[in-house]
Every structure is written in structure tokens, then in C-alpha cells.
């Protein structure tokens, strides 16, 4: 009998601490070892995942890599510094689970495709919506026909985020830092899985991985932040359905996340964090338990190579595309004033955008820009096209 994979978690505080949790119960049922914690700071205490016994911590990643040669590393530090903890982590022989955004531009994308394919090592993103079950059923109805021929796929979502967000790191809320991009906007981090999963269901319609013809944007923000706040998407496939995101960290009223998908003889809508489904026929929307994990999946491809990725680095390219554009686009146009409703004070203030829910679920369902909409605060999209990057 083999020995259980050796697992080291590279980033174990602040989001790290759900990995932990998730580790732990592996570990204790012998799926694998986790054999090392590092984090800069020291790792904070967890009830829900303590710390085994035998697990080393250390302060830095090589020297982590060099003493304890991990079968698997899972990433989860800043988006910035994923792409050298993955280099190093691969030459050291093991394979990945890389928090998302993988990587926060084409080129980084392709230098990381390159060193998989150098080292014959494996890497699962960490978009774990892609393993919902309720997504697996929704893409199945999508290619068998259900909704007849997909003419628009869209995701709305309004959150709120506090004073204290944006001062959770010296990265939160930055387009740059160091002379590194850092993207830490509504679209690259926490309504990334939005996003993927309208990707993964315009794959599903046209039966390729999307190739982003044009992509645009408008982006906005509600505080001295250097990315946006809320912002509307429009990914145009070289071949099938447009993708648009019209999401929000100022929202009015909270929406948790819901995926439009609309065909010529009927719709679908997914709440992409609670997988509740809605399929044509359907009375009322229903629960579709089950998400599969990506890091037994990716245990699971270690074991049997026939066992496919459920989220492989080539599955985000398109994704990595719409960064591509965040990059470039302008900065994001600042709505103050009357516009902006201040709620509570201290670190929990929240800013809510007046209108702003009405204003993102009109752009979903019609699959439309603001300014196509004639919205009076709206700006001009910033637009890319496909020579602008590689996927």
C-alpha cells in the first residue's frame, strides 16, 4: 500500500484557513498527509483544523519546498505572487491547486502552461464552483438542447463589501503593487466564479473552449480605490453565445449571484452559490446538492491520470483574457455624490449605489452595457479584440 500524497498549503492565514478545513478531515482519514503550513505571519490557531503534530510551519516557500518535498502544494497567497510560488513548487517535483485567479495576464497564463507541460506536473484552479453539481446538470441540459440554440448567457450579482475590506491587505483593492499587477477588482476576485461559470456554460453551447473575439467593459467604483467596484463585462466568442457580467460590491439589496442562460425555446437560471437550478419545465427552482471537491479531484487525477481535471489551468484561459483587459482598461470611473448612500461607520461602513440593482439586472437580461442603456453615470466601454492576447 502506498503512502498518502504529502500535502503543503502555502498561504495558511486569511482564506488559507478554508483549505485548512478542508485538509483536515483528508488528513485524518489517511486520503493524504499534510505535511507542511507556510505563511509569513504566524498561522493562526483553528479548532476546526488543527494543526497535525507531524506538520512543519515554516516562513518561506523554498525553504519549505527544499525540506519537505510536498507531493501536492496548494496555493492560496496573494493572485500577485501566484505565478513564481507555482514555478518554484512545480520544479520541486509536485503538483497544484492554485487559488484563483491563477495567474493575472495571458503571458503569465502561457509561461505556467509551459512549465506544466516541461515538468509533466498537474494543476487544478481553485474555481471551485466549476464542481457544482447544479452547474454539471445545467450544462447538460444546455447540450442536450433543452433551451434550444443558446443566444446569451449572463450573471447578476450585488454585494456589499465594508470599509474594512478594502483595508484588509496592502493589496486589496490595488491595480499595482510593487510593479506587479494585482487586479483585486469585483470581476478578477470575488465574483471571479460568476464569470467562470457563464465561461464554462459558452463552452458547453458551442462545444469548444471559448476564444474571446472582443472583450468589453465598463468599470466603476464608489470609493479612492484603484479598481472597480462594480462593473458590466461583455465577452463575444469567435464562436457562440455573448457572455455578459454585471456585477456589484455596492449593491442596494443583496443578490447572491444568478447565471441567466438563454436559448430560442426556453431558459434556465443558476444562484451559482447556493445551486439552486431553474430548467425549463421546472415549476420553481430546486436545490442540486453536491460540489465536488477539487482537491480529491485532483488527489483522484494523481491516482488515475484518466480521471480528468475538473478546473485544468487551459479551462481559464478566457478568463485569464478578461484580466488581459482589466489590465489595460482605463481607470475605473468614480460615482460620488448623491449617486452614493454611506451606511453605518468605522471598518463596517458600507457605500451602496443608488439604483445600481435595477441598473445591473436590466444589463443581464438584456444583455446590454450601461451605456447602451442610456444610464445617465455611465461611460464609454473599453473594448478589446482578439489581437490583443493569445488563448
Known amino acids: 500500500m502506498t503512502d498518502p500524497p504529502r500535502v503543503a498549503l502555502v498561504g495558511a492565514n486569511g482564506h488559507g484557513r478554508w483549505h485548512r478545513r478542508v485538509l483536515a478531515p483528508l488528513h485524518a482519514a489517511?486520503?493524504?498527509?499534510?505535511?507542511?503550513?507556510?505563511?509569513v505571519r504566524p498561522v493562526e490557531d483553528d479548532p476546526a483544523a488543527p494543526v497535525p503534530a507531524e506538520a512543519t510551519?515554516?516562513?518561506?516557500?523554498?525553504?519549505?519546498?527544499?525540506?519537505?518535498?510536498?507531493?501536492v502544494v496548494v496555493v492560496c497567497t496573494p493572485p500577485h505572487t501566484h505565478l513564481p510560488v507555482a514555478l518554484d513548487a512545480l520544479a520541486a517535483g509536485a503538483d497544484l491547486l492554485l487559488e484563483k485567479p491563477p495567474v493575472l495576464s495571458t503571458a503569465e497564463h502561457d509561461e505556467l502552461a509551459a512549465a506544466l507541460a516541461a515538468t509533466g506536473r498537474a494543476c487544478q484552479v481553485g474555481f471551485q464552483a466549476l464542481g457544482s453539481a447544479a452547474l454539471t446538470e445545467l450544462t447538460a441540459a444546455v447540450t442536450a438542447g433543452r433551451l434550444g440554440a443558446v443566444t446569451g448567457i449572463a450573471t447578476v450579482a450585488a454585494w456589499r463589501r465594508t470599509d474594512g475590506y478594502y483595508a484588509r491587505a496592502p493589496w486589496a483593492g490595488r491595480r499595482t503593487l510593487h510593479g506587479r499587477p494585482v487586479l483585486d477588482?469585483?470581476?478578477?476576485?470575488?465574483?471571479?466564479?460568476?464569470v467562470m461559470q457563464c465561461l464554462a456554460i459558452a463552452e458547453a453551447a458551442a462545444g469548444t473552449p471559448v476564444r474571446p473575439a472582443t472583450i468589453e467593459v465598463e468599470r466603476y467604483r464608489v470609493r479612492p480605490i484603484e479598481v472597480e467596484d462594480t462593473a458590466v463585462l461583455r465577452v463575444r466568442p469567435r464562436s457562440g453565445?455573448?457572455?455578459?457580467?454585471?456585477?456589484?460590491?455596492?449593491?442596494?439589496d443583496f443578490v447572491a449571484g444568478e447565471v441567466l442562460v438563454t436559448g430560442d425555446t426556453g431558459r434556465a437560471v443558476l444562484e451559482y452559490p447556493t445551486d439552486r437550478l431553474l430548467l425549463p419545465g421546472d415549476?420553481?427552482?430546486?436545490?442540486?446538492?453536491?460540489?465536488?471537491?477539487?482537491?480529491?479531484?485532483?488527489?483522484?487525477?494523481?491516482?488515475?491520470?484518466g480521471v480528468p481535471l475538473i478546473a485544468p489551468l487551459a479551462r481559464t484561459a478566457a478568463f485569464t483574457a478578461v484580466l488581459d483587459a482589466l489590465r489595460s482598461a482605463p481607470e475605473p470611473r468614480l460615482l460620488d455624490g448623491?449617486?452614493?448612500?454611506?451606511?453605518?461607520?468605522?471598518?463596517?461602513?458600507?457605500?451602496?449605489?443608488r439604483g445600481v440593482n435595477e441598473v445591473l439586472r436590466r444589463?443581464?437580461?438584456?444583455?446590454?452595457?450601461?451605456?447602451?442603456?442610456?444610464?445617465?453615470?455611465?461611460?464609454?466601454?473599453?473594448?478589446?479584440?482578439?489581437?490583443?492576447?493569445t488563448v
Do not use: I, K, Q
Open 283 to 305: 415549476a420553481a427552482p430546486r436545490e442540486v446538492p453536491g460540489r465536488r471537491s477539487l482537491l480529491e479531484n485532483l488527489l483522484d487525477h494523481r491516482a488515475d491520470p
Open 363 to 389: 444589463a443581464a437580461e438584456r444583455g446590454r452595457l450601461p451605456s447602451e442603456l442610456g444610464v445617465p453615470w455611465a461611460v464609454s466601454p473599453y473594448r478589446t479584440r482578439a489581437s490583443d492576447w
Open 241 to 252: 453565445p455573448p457572455v455578459l457580467a454585471a456585477v456589484t460590491l455596492a449593491g442596494e
Open 338 to 353: 448623491d449617486l452614493v448612500e454611506p451606511l453605518g461607520a468605522g471598518p463596517d461602513r458600507l457605500l451602496r449605489l
Open 30 to 39: 489517511g486520503r493524504l498527509r499534510l505535511a507542511a503550513l507556510v505563511d
Open 185 to 194: 477588482g469585483a470581476l478578477a476576485n470575488p465574483l471571479a466564479h460568476a
Open 57 to 71: 510551519v515554516h516562513t518561506d516557500h523554498r525553504e519549505m519546498l527544499a525540506a519537505v518535498r510536498p507531493d
